[in-house]
Nanobody, 123 residues
Framework: QLQLVESGGGLVQPGGSLRLSCLASGVTLDDSAIGWFRQAPEKEREAISCISGRGGNINYADSVKGRFTISRDNAKNAVYLQMNSLKPEDTAVYYC????????????????WGQGTQVTVSS
């Protein structure tokens, strides 16, 4: 019965920043790993980051390492993705996903998904 609501996307110039939020309802997130994925036009879905239920395990794709930061606040049932130094190649629909497991880069391992939010990086 976990529901995820994603927000924070928009249009930003190269080098700019955005902060995405993933808010949960129905079930608390402290027992769930949360992954962030993105899908650009004409491309397959790509795993970009993941954080374990208690925050002890964090992963980043090489394409975003050093620029993106994932964090969570279990008291607020929220997970965040801070995106800095954005590039046109980051343009995609961004999704958060959850399941009761350790971090994975495979979309099939996540049972619950948000609706997605569009991020466009363009000058």
């Amino acid at each position: 019965q976990l529901q995820l609501v994603e927000s924070g996307g928009g249009l930003v110039q190269p080098g700019g920043s955005l902060r995405l939020s993933c808010l949960a309802s129905g079930v608390t997130l402290d027992d769930s790993a949360i992954g962030w994925f993105r899908q650009a036009p004409e491309k397959e879905r790509e795993a970009i980051s993941c954080i374990s239920g208690r925050g002890g395990n964090i992963n980043y794709a090489d394409s975003v390492k050093g620029r993106f930061t994932i964090s969570r606040d279990n008291a607020k049932n929220a997970v965040y993705l801070q995106m800095n130094s954005l590039k046109p190649e980051d343009t995609a629909v961004y999704y958060c996903a959850a399941d009761r497991l350790f971090c994975s880069d495979r979309a099939v391992d996540f049972r619950y998904w948000g609706q997605g939010t569009q991020v466009t990086v363009s000058s």
